[in-house]
């Protein structure tokens, strides 16, 4: 499994952002994934997962600002997330992972494919 994102940048207070994340590899119906971020000097946090059962886990933080989606192509998958109204303290790396179960401990789940992670600063 492969995960690569896209999309972070310097954006400012209020503004939106697109992030990208190109999974290959998946083959099994089982998963879970999604996006954590951490800021310096603080903790990973869950931002979004996505079960494949279709059920959605939101951070509080980010509920109505942030939007999940996905397509599906063969084995790849692409995860977006759609961040608006962004706020200085959404400033992090923001990375994509994943696994093949489901995610059972919401977004404590731990997953075991990540990737190299791609930088939002929301900043004036």
């Known amino acids: 499994v492969q995960l690569v994102e896209s999309g972070g940048g310097l954006v400012q207070p209020g503004g939106s952002l697109r992030l990208s994340c190109v999974a290959s590899g998946f083959t099994f119906s089982s998963y879970c994934m999604g996006w954590f971020r951490q800021a310096p000097g603080k903790e990973r946090e869950g931002v979004v997962l996505i079960d494949s059962d279709g059920s959605t886990t939101y951070a509080d933080s980010v509920k109505g600002r942030f939007t999940l989606s996905q397509d599906i192509a063969k084995n790849i998958r692409t995860l977006y997330l759609e961040m608006n109204s962004l706020k200085p303290e959404d400033t992090a790396m923001y990375y994509c992972?994943?696994?093949?179960?489901?995610?059972?401990?919401?977004?404590?789940?731990?997953?075991?494919?990540w990737g190299q992670g791609t930088q939002v600063t929301v900043s004036s």
């Open positions: 992972a994943a696994d093949f179960f489901h995610c059972l401990d919401g977004l404590g789940t731990i997953l075991g494919y």
